[in-house]
Structures are given as C-alpha cells and as structure tokens.
C-alpha cells in the first residue's frame, strides 16, 4: 500500500509562485510515476504534471498543456519526495492538487484518473487577481 502526503498549498497573488511536496510511504513498480491533479470547483478533475519517480532511467515527465513553461516536476529519490514548482501561478490554477501514483504515464496523458489507486489528501491553491 502506497500512501501519499501533499503539503505546500497556500494563498498567492497572481504571478506568484508555490511548492508543492508530495511524500510516498515507497516507490515501486505499481508507482513508478508520481504526480499531480487538480479539481477546482465545479469542474472534472484533470491532470497536471507527473514523473518517472525511478532511480535509473527515471525523470522522464509529462505535463498538461495549460501548465507547460510555468510548472516544474521533479523528484528527489533518497527522500521518497515529488515536488511541483509552480511559477507564474494565474487565477485559473486554482483548485485541490492530488498527488497520485500510478504504474503508468497514460493515467496522465489521455488516460482515466478513475483507475488510479493511490491518492493523497489534496492541497488547496489558491491564486488571487
């Protein structure tokens, strides 16, 4: 059982920054990629951000669209941590951000969140204009 801890959410003005940390109790094959999606109020939960959490040939990434350039994915493997660097942050990023682990990258890139397992508690952001 893989158990996920976010922290890092907060209140900012727009063009701010935010970190988020997500901790994982392990990493194994059935969470090689560990990430982030977000639900704001109202609307369909959708993917952000993940990663190839593995110690060789890791880092491989996927980010959504509407956060390419503005968000960074990475991970530190020693410390079991995900972290997603958010920068240039817009009234739009606000939402709940899950962190997820899941065995494959398609859960992010087209794929359907309802089959991943593993979730943390969510985070709140918030962006104010």
């Known amino acids: 059982q893989v158990r996920l801890v976010e922290s890092g959410g907060g209140s900012v003005q727009g063009g701010g920054s935010l970190r988020l940390s997500c901790t994982a109790s392990?990493?194994?094959?059935?969470?090689?990629?560990i990430g982030w999606f977000r639900q704001a109020p109202g609307k369909e939960r959708e993917a952000v951000a993940t990663i190839d959490v593995g110690f060789l040939g890791g880092g491989v990434t996927y980010y959504a669209d509407s956060v390419k350039g503005r968000f960074t994915i990475s991970r530190d493997f020693a410390k079991r941590e995900v972290y997603l660097q958010m920068n240039s942050l817009k009234p739009e990023d606000t939402a709940m951000y899950y962190c997820?682990?899941?065995?494959?990258?398609?859960?992010?890139?087209?794929?359907?969140?309802?089959?991943?397992?593993?979730w943390g508690q969510g985070t709140r952001v918030t962006v104010s204009s």
């Open positions: 997820a682990a899941d065995s494959s990258r398609i859960s992010w890139s087209g794929g359907d969140w309802r089959r991943i397992v593993y």
């Open positions: 392990m990493f194994t094959s059935n969470s090689k990629y």
